[in-house]
């Protein structure tokens, strides 16, 4: 699985990077290597947001929250790109 990181307006810190390459990576159990991800973190005063846009089964992923913590966000949108992953796979496989 290949993960690109990128931030606007601010710089991540290690742990930051860390737990949201963690968090993508939790995908990879499901989906096998053949993915490949890119999470921007940007923050405008407090508010936080999280886009992640996800290479998968043939198909471009994309998914944007918005809250006031880092820490929230990231595993939302990995559950919400799971879920459109795990639609898209029954997909291709039930026909």
Same mark, same amino acid.
């Given at each position: 699985m290949k993960t690109t990181l990128s931030a606007r307006r601010f710089t991540p810190t290690e742990k930051l990077q860390n737990f949201? $390459? !963690?968090?993508?990576? $939790?995908? $990879? !159990?499901h989906f096998g290597d053949d993915i490949t991800s890119e999470i921007i973190l940007e923050e405008n005063g407090n508010l936080k947001v999280v886009d992640i846009r996800l290479n998968a089964l043939g198909k471009t992923f994309k998914t944007r929250v918005e809250d006031d913590d880092f820490y929230k966000i990231i595993p939302k949108a990995v559950n919400k790109l799971e879920k459109q992953l795990k639609s898209r796979k029954s997909k291709v496989f039930n026909r």
């Open positions: 949201a $390459k !963690k968090e993508i990576n $939790k995908l $990879k !159990k």
